[in-house]
Every structure is written in structure tokens, then in C-alpha cells.
């Protein structure tokens, strides 16, 4: 392990705002991590555990106690035959976007889709990773982790994990740090089948389609970087937690509220929200819809330091010099006029530590 003191904290975050961390320790194995953890609960005292920071604003004033940065490596194929597929182990220190570029090169469908995310591999069943039409739970077989009110390693099956869309039963908890992740892919040269109307039109192919894996994965990063949604230091849209909200899931009546609203706001013939059938019969909307129609355009909040990213209204970006007080103020903004403008709440996705919306 390797241990230093007041450290700041922005550079080690996609949106790079934030104070320093009275002590950090990097853990560079699962041993190192374990072991960490357990020293600063024993000792009872503040814990942050850091992974790629992508999803997590630090406070300006920083965290008091110690952070403990996630830096385990290793993936290792367990096994792989054309009817179990390939299982694959994960250590959740590895770069996100690294193991689907592998899984690509090696045949590994079925997180293709999720390339250009940001972030280490222990946090994607966190939150359940998902775009463009796939979610990591689709191929998570397990994920081990160390119950810190327990004091022992606690391995959960995927269905134990209560996959839901954008939520686990890891997220909002601090009890359980992710060690490793154990994935299951189909052993394939093609894609899953294209289940996102967007990437099926840039990569010239109707919706359930199967591509090669490379081909998808090109077409995702060409969607991503349109969108300012892949990290890029001289792109000021790209410093930022990505989709600063979740898309929100609402019952038929709240929907037909909604769209009724809509239409009193922009007139009948006007735009309506898109709407998704979600298999318990809900309907998914757009939160970047609700966002530029409730008037925050592209680029809202510019010439400020934090502003709405100049390419995709779900991104609440830092363009240089902000703090995280600045940063939630815009995202509190946004949230309050869309609340006002449609009766919708959005959620935010990252972590905000010491604040609230």
C-alpha cells in the first residue's frame, strides 16, 4: 500500500473539483484493499473508497478522513466453451473501458456496447452500467465483496444483486466494497443483437441486428465522443461525471401527466417525450429531453465555470475552475426547472459527498 497525506482530490475525478483528502492510500491488491478497509474501520474513522472517479463530486472543502483508491489489477479467464461462454474474473481496479476493448479482441459479446465509459470495472455493478441498449447485469455471474459489518468476504450470484436499472444492491449502501467481478460472456465474432435505435442508424442496420463486436464498439466511442462522453483533458465537455441524471421511470398515469403537461407547454403540434415500454409495464422518459425543453439548452450557464455541456444537455460540466459548489448549483438549476416546468423530479447518478441537490 502506498500512503500520503493531504492529496488533492480533483485530479483523480473526471470532473476535477473538489479539496484534498487528509490520507490516501492506494491498494494495488485485494489483500492491500482489504486490508485498508479494515484498518480505517477499526479505528473507526471516515472512509471514502475511490474507484475511476467518474461518479462522484467531492466537496470543496475535501474529506476529512482517509480515501482509499482502488488500483487491484488482474483479468483472468476461469474458463470458455461455446455453451457455458467464456467466464471471466474481474479485479475491480481495472479500467472499464480496457476489459470491454478486451473482451472485444478476445470474442467476448455482450459488454460491446459499453465502451468509452469512464471508470474501473468494480463500480459498474454498482450502478449497473448500461448504455446503448445493454447493462453489465446481463453478464455478471458474480461479484465478491468484503462485508465491512461483517468482517468477511461475501460472494453474491447475479440475481442476489438486485439489478435494477441504474441501481444494485451495492449503490447507496457503504457495507459492501467490490473486489472482483465475475463475468459470463457468449463466446461470439458478432455483437449482442443492436437493441438501441441511435447506434443501429450510425452503424446502417435495423434494431436486433448482430455486427461484429469491433463494429459496434467503433460506432459506440463515434456516438460517445459526439455526445462529449468520452474523457478528452483539452475537451472541457468531456470534464464531467458524464449523465449527471437518470432517465426517469414513471407509472402510464404519471406518463399521461406528463405528456399532457408537455402539450400545455409547448403547444399541440409540439415535440412530445419519448417514451419506453420497461418490462414491468412503466414507461422510461428522457431526462435530456425534459432538460432542453424546460429551456437548458446546450451550453447553458456559459461563460460560467460550470455549465451544461455545449454537446449533450445531460452533462453538467466544469470548464475550468469550478467548484463543487458551483457544479451542484447548476445541476440544482436544472433540476428545480424541469421539476416546475413537467412535475418531474430527476435523480442525479453520481455521488454527491457533503452536498445535496
Not at 414513471?250 to 409547448?266: H, K, N, Q, W
Amino acid at each position: 500500500m502506498r500512503e500520503e497525506f493531504d492529496v488533492p482530490l480533483a485530479p483523480l475525478t473526471t470532473m476535477r473539483v473538489g479539496g484534498a483528502a487528509a490520507r490516501l492510500v492506494t491498494a494495488e491488491t485485494t489483500d492491500d484493499l482489504v486490508d485498508a478497509v479494515r484498518e480505517v474501520d477499526d479505528a473507526d474513522e471516515p472512509l471514502l473508497l475511490l474507484s475511476g472517479g467518474s461518479n462522484v463530486v467531492i466537496p470543496d472543502e475535501g474529506f476529512p478522513g482517509t480515501v482509499v483508491k482502488v488500483a487491484t489489477s488482474g483479468v483472468e479467464p476461469l474458463s470458455a466453451d461455446y455453451c457455458g461462454g467464456a467466464m471471466v474474473r474481474v479485479a475491480a481496479g481495472e479500467p472499464w473501458d480496457e476489459v470491454v476493448a478486451r473482451a472485444v479482441a478476445e470474442g467476448w459479446a455482450g459488454i460491446e456496447a459499453l465502451s468509452g465509459i469512464p471508470g474501473l470495472a468494480g463500480a459498474t455493478p454498482v450502478q449497473n452500467v448500461g448504455a446503448y441498449g445493454q447493462e453489465v447485469a446481463q453478464t455478471i455471474a458474480q461479484v465478491r465483496t468484503w462485508d465491512r459489518q461483517e468482517q468477511r468476504v461475501h460472494t453474491f450470484a447475479g440475481p442476489d444483486c438486485h439489478f435494477t436499472y441504474r441501481h444494485s444492491r451495492f449503490k447507496g449502501s457503504d457495507r459492501w466494497v467490490v473486489l472482483d467481478v465475475l463475468f459470463q460472456f457468449e463466446i461470439a465474432d458478432l455483437s449482442t443483437p443492436i437493441g438501441y435505435a441511435d447506434l443501429a442508424r450510425g452503424l446502417g442496420v435495423e434494431l436486433g441486428t448482430r455486427v461484429p463486436l469491433g463494429d459496434t464498439r467503433e460506432a459506440v466511442l463515434e456516438q460517445r465522443r459526439r455526445r462529449g462522453m468520452v474523457l478528452d483533458p483539452e475537451d472541457h465537455d468531456t470534464w464531467s461525471c458524464g449523465s449527471f441524471f437518470t432517465n426517469p421511470i414513471l407509472t402510464p398515469d404519471e406518463f399521461d401527466a406528463l405528456a399532457e403537461r408537455a402539450a400545455e407547454r409547448l403547444g399541440f403540434e409540439g415535440p412530445t417525450p419519448p417514451r419506453w415500454a420497461e418490462p414491468d409495464g412503466r414507461v422510461k422518459t428522457s431526462a435530456a429531453w425534459l432538460i432542453d425543453q424546460a429551456g437548458f439548452a446546450k451550453g447553458f450557464g456559459l461563460p460560467g465555470a460550470a455549465a451544461l455541456s455545449t454537446k449533450h444537455t445531460l452533462a453538467v460540466t466544469n470548464r475550468g475552475g469550478a467548484t463543487a459548489s458551483q457544479v451542484v448549483e447548476l445541476a440544482r438549476r436544472v433540476r428545480d426547472g424541469v421539476e416546475a416546468a413537467f412535475g418531474i423530479r430527476l435523480v442525479n447518478e453520481p455521488i454527491l459527498l457533503g452536498e445535496t441537490l
